[in-house]
T-cell receptor, first 113, second 115 residues
Framework: GENVEQHPSTLSVQEGDSAVIKCTYS??????FPWYKQELGKGPQLIID?????GEKKDQRIAVTLNKTAKHFSLHITETQPEDSAVYFC????????????FGTGTRLQVTL | GAVVSQHPSRVICKSGTSVKIECRSL??????MFWYRQFPKQSLMLMAT?????????EQGVEKDKFLINHASLTLSTLTVTSAHPEDSSFYIC???????????FGSGTRLTVV
């Protein structure tokens, strides 16, 4: 089955700096890669996603890049703000008939003033 | 956008009792529902997948007789934790796969505490 690795597990940046979180996946047939933000005691919220036929996608301060050859994808947050502090999860949707998402282990992002 | 309403948000129950968690898709048809369990500071672990009108498919190691899943309609799925024990205390989250393609919408989660 699919295996998703995520790094780093914790990340501390100063307000205004950029943050980058990286994930790798194992199933070359995976075709959908969402990123979720989870605040304490809440369910994950989709912040951006990318499909396998696209190399990059941007939404204001958030961008995701996908390298299918290397089987890795990254989340980029620019001009970080304190409200960006949360746990971020990457995920991959496997190929074939399976429709389930496999999640990375999460990155706790702390944006300091 | 797509919204999944999950209730209750918090529940405390006595050991040996059963607890039901509901997830409703409010503005779309949830053809597939996923149920996750999340321990503190850990990732989401898929427990089971259910399609409307069909029996749920459980992940390896998840007891199907303990975690009963019902997905009788395209807008409602329930997870019942039967004969709950303290080790079942966790954060349970549902996610609906909608009929529009790749998207997955998560509920707000249920914090279950078994005492």
């Amino acid at each position: 089955g699919e295996n998703v690795e995520q790094h780093p597990s914790t990340l501390s940046v100063q307000e205004g700096d950029s943050a980058v979180i990286k994930c790798t996946y194992s199933d070359s047939a995976s075709n959908y890669f969402p990123w979720y933000k989870q605040e304490l005691g809440k369910g994950p919220q989709l912040i951006i996603d990318i499909r396998s036929n696209v190399g990059e996608k941007k939404d204001q301060r958030i961008a995701v890049t996908l390298n299918k050859t290397a089987k890795h994808f990254s989340l980029h947050i620019t001009e970080t703000q304190p409200e960006d502090s949360a746990v971020y999860f990457c995920a991959a949707r496997g190929g074939g008939t399976a429709s389930k998402l496999t999640f990375g282990t999460g990155t706790r992002l702390q944006v300091t003033l | 956008g797509a919204v999944v309403s999950q209730h209750p948000s918090r529940v405390i129950c006595k050991s040996g009792t059963s607890v039901k968690i509901e997830c409703r898709s409010l503005d779309f048809q949830a053809t597939t529902m996923f149920w996750y369990r999340q321990f503190p500071k850990q990732s989401l672990m898929l427990m089971a997948t259910s399609n409307e009108g069909s029996k749920a498919t459980y992940e390896q190691g998840v007891e199907k007789d303990k975690f009963l899943i019902n997905h009788a309609s395209l807008t409602l799925s329930t997870l019942t934790v039967t004969s709950a024990h303290p080790e079942d205390s966790s954060f349970y989250i549902c996610s609906a796969g909608n009929d529009r393609g790749y998207g997955y919408t998560f509920g707000s989660g249920t914090r279950l505490t078994v005492v």
